[in-house]
């Protein structure tokens, strides 16, 4: 088969590439290799910035969103017994965060995708890529016992952290940095509705604490562990006792138990590949960076790279222009740097880290007190929380 560009990869990233470019006519094919019941109940992070929000209704499929979203203006830091309500929306002058599960946007991406029948192909095998140093890149993959071959203009990398369309770039073209976190976070579904309506992050001395939600009656809940903690170590009982301890501060806030139904250990790291592109292979998302889960950047940055992966191919198609191509990698990984700074600064700053001692404590304190009590500091939190505008990034006009 023949098409314009070849997608790997059905999360956030290629789906959303897939129907920005439907929607500016250029044809797409996506090859994922996993199952659409898989991609769309895999549990993730659920907060979405103003501009990933506005991509979504802009391009026609932010109804669910609209209707089951929850719209948040504040956010809560609490830190030393103490909690410290920021007004985001006003901080940003008028920008919003949103609650809506990844698998959610997975789901509405793939229903628009089907409505018009353009080809997404699951459960592909032996996914491969050809040629992305020529004018004719290809993809081969197996589906359902069959050998398929996509001859393309370009190939888009959206195939996550541990795909192989990275490793497609010459090692000595390739500069990658790396950062791992000496802690994780135990993730939980609870059946009880959350005790706020804010998003909660917590600095305590027993270790990082995060209270956020996935409708009025359902909470998501986190708590920093060691690393190598599994989930057969933290039974309910534990977890209970541990969020209550990091959370439950001077206001008598509480938050009332219910069943978890789901339970899950996610491990930290930041990651950023360079360049995003080579020859005729344009990376997006996960599989060029990857944030730790403060702040619930990941699937915003993927969401971004893949508007000005969009606008890139726009311009090449429509105008036979090359510029905004050329430039696909430099403007991506000045906005993917930006999100990096905000995301660690973060992490940095609400875990205890086993190395850590008191000093480290009183700087990590008045870092957030900074934030909490400067209207410089505030500003510029808020900004980042609720995401940089992809439009700054750009130096082309
Ligand atoms: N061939 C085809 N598909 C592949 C291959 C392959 N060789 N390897 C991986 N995939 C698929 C995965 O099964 C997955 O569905 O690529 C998809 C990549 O999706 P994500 O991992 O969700 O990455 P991305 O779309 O970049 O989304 C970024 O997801 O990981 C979270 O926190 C991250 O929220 C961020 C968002
Ligand atoms: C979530 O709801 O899963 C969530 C919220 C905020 C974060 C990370 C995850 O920073």
Same mark, same amino acid.
């Given at each position: 088969m023949k098409t314009q560009v070849a997608i790997v990869g059905a999360g956030p990233a290629g789906l959303m590439l897939g129907h920005l470019l439907h929607n500016a006519?250029?044809?797409?094919?996506?090859?994922?290799?996993?199952?659409?019941?898989?991609?769309e109940e895999r549990v993730r992070a659920g907060v979405l910035e103003q501009g990933t929000v506005n991509a979504m209704i802009d391009s026609g499929v932010g109804d669910r969103l609209l209707k089951e979203g929850l719209q948040h203006d504040y956010i809560d830091l609490r830190f030393n017994g103490e909690p410290h309500r920021l007004n985001i929306k006003e901080l940003s002058r008028g920008r919003s965060?949103?609650?809506?599960?990844?698998?959610?946007?997975?789901?509405?991406?793939?229903?628009?995708?089907?409505?018009?029948?353009?080809?997404?192909?699951?459960?592909?095998?032996?996914?491969?890529?050809?040629?992305?140093?020529?004018?004719?890149?290809?993809?081969?993959?197996?589906?359902?016992d069959k050998e398929?071959?996509?001859?393309?203009?370009?190939? !888009?990398?959206?195939?996550?952290?541990?795909?192989?369309?990275?490793?497609?770039?010459?090692? !000595?073209?390739?500069?990658?940095?790396?950062?791992?976190?000496?802690?994780?976070?135990?993730?939980?579904?609870?059946?009880?509705?959350?005790?706020?309506?804010?998003?909660?992050?917590?600095?305590?001395e027993r270790g990082f604490a995060l209270q956020s939600m996935r409708g009025p009656d359902i909470s998501?809940?986190?708590?920093?562990?060691?690393?190598?903690?599994t989930v057969e170590g933290w039974p309910d009982e534990r977890f209970w006792r541990e969020f209550h301890a990091r959370l439950e501060i001077s206001?008598?806030?509480?938050?009332?138990?219910?069943?978890?139904?789901?339970?899950?250990?996610?491990?930290?790291?930041?990651?950023?590949?360079?360049?995003?592109?080579?020859?005729?292979?344009?990376?997006?998302?996960?599989s060029a960076h990857i944030v730790p889960p403060t702040g619930a950047k990941g699937l915003n940055m993927a969401i971004g790279d893949v508007q000005i992966m969009t606008r890139a191919l726009t311009s090449y198609y429509q105008e036979g222009k090359r510029d905004f191509l050329d430039k696909y990698s430099d403007t991506c990984l000045k906005r993917v740097w930006q999100v990096q700074r905000f995301a660690s600064m973060l992490c940095y700053n609400l875990h205890r880290f086993p190395e850590h001692n008191q000093f480290e404590h009183k700087m990590q304190l008045a870092?957030?007190?900074?934030?909490?009590?400067?209207?410089?500091?505030?500003? !510029?939190?808020?900004?980042?929380y609720t995401g940089l505008p992809v439009e700054l990034f750009y130096d082309l006009e």
């Open positions: 006519g250029i044809d797409t094919v996506i090859v994922e290799n996993k199952s659409r019941k898989y991609i965060v949103w609650v809506y599960a990844q698998h959610e946007i997975v789901k509405d991406l793939v229903a628009a995708r089907v409505g018009y029948d353009e080809p997404l192909y699951f459960e592909a095998s032996d996914v491969s890529i050809h040629d992305i140093d020529t004018d004719k890149p290809s993809v081969r993959f197996i589906h359902e398929q071959l996509i001859d393309c203009d370009f190939v !888009a990398g959206c195939d996550g952290f541990h795909g192989i369309s990275r490793g497609m770039i010459p090692e !000595a073209e390739l500069r990658v940095y790396d950062r791992q976190y000496p802690f994780a976070w135990l993730g939980v579904l609870a059946d009880t509705p959350p005790a706020s309506q804010d998003v909660i992050y917590a600095y305590h998501r809940l986190y708590v920093q562990c060691p690393v190598a903690d206001d008598g806030w509480h938050q009332q138990e219910g069943p978890i139904f789901q339970k899950g250990i996610t491990g930290m790291r930041s990651f950023v590949c360079e360049p995003m592109q080579y020859g005729r292979l344009l990376l997006a998302g996960d870092e957030l007190n900074n934030i909490a009590h400067s209207r410089q500091a505030m500003r !510029a939190f808020a900004q980042s």
